[in-house]
């Protein structure tokens, strides 16, 4: 229409592209003093492990071992997520060693502090479990988070995990108790 200004038409704002997932690659892809920083990173920063670094690996060596020995349990899996070329996030499913048990493991994994919230936990999570689900061996995965992580209870209700029961009093840090919850993902439909 004559005497009337025409303005550019709003274009709504298209969302950021999320960036690719970093690449998940097996343990053995890591130096064991890598893959003992990364540990001791996310033991160090975070009071949700129910045990002490020192404990379970004392140093890069005895993780090591520990994931030798792990690599020769049918349906194991130790994965990390790789940024700027470091393990930055991991999972480990340990199969139990049980005769009557061996369909059944226990997940354990934890995220770098500096790269929390970005995903990374999700993505090394469910490249695991597909491992799992595509080798056929684990029928069960179980894992025991305490009950005031609620990032990590999100993430495992996302992927499929279902409480199985809460432990009042389960986790003891100087003179204060937490409560567990036990959680299990069925791997075959």
């Given amino acids: ?14 969302p950021p592209d999320r960036a690719p997932p970093p690449p998940v690659k097996d343990f053995r892809r890591f130096s064991p003093a890598a893959l003992h ?5 996310v033991y160090s920063s975070s009071d949700t ?5 020192e404990d379970k690996y004392p140093d890069a060596r ?13 349906g194991a899996v130790a994965l990390a997520a790789e940024v700027d070329g470091k393990p930055a996030a991991y999972a480990v499913i340990r199969p139990r060693k049980q005769a009557r048990l061996r ?47 609620a990032p990590a209870l999100r993430l495992y209700e996302k992927t499929g995990f279902e409480t199985v029961a809460v432990l009042d009093r389960d986790t003891k840090i100087g003179d204060v108790y937490f409560a567990g919850v036990l959680m299990r993902r069925h791997m075959r439909a």
């Fill in 37 to 41: 920083a990364l540990f001791a990173d």
């Fill in 62 to 74: 005895s993780l090591a071992e520990n994931m030798a020995a792990l690599e020769k349990l049918p």
């Fill in 103 to 149: 369909h059944t493991a226990d997940l354990g994994m934890g995220v770098a502090r500096d790269a929390r919230g970005r995903g990374l936990g999700e993505t090394v999570l469910r490249a695991a479990l597909d491992r799992i689900r595509d080798e056929s061996v684990i029928e069960i995965v179980y894992l025991m988070v305490r009950a005031d992580n």
């Fill in 1 to 14: 229409m004559p005497g009337r200004e025409s303005f550019p038409r709003a274009v709504p704002a298209r």
């Fill in 49 to 53: 492990m129910s045990e002490a670094l």
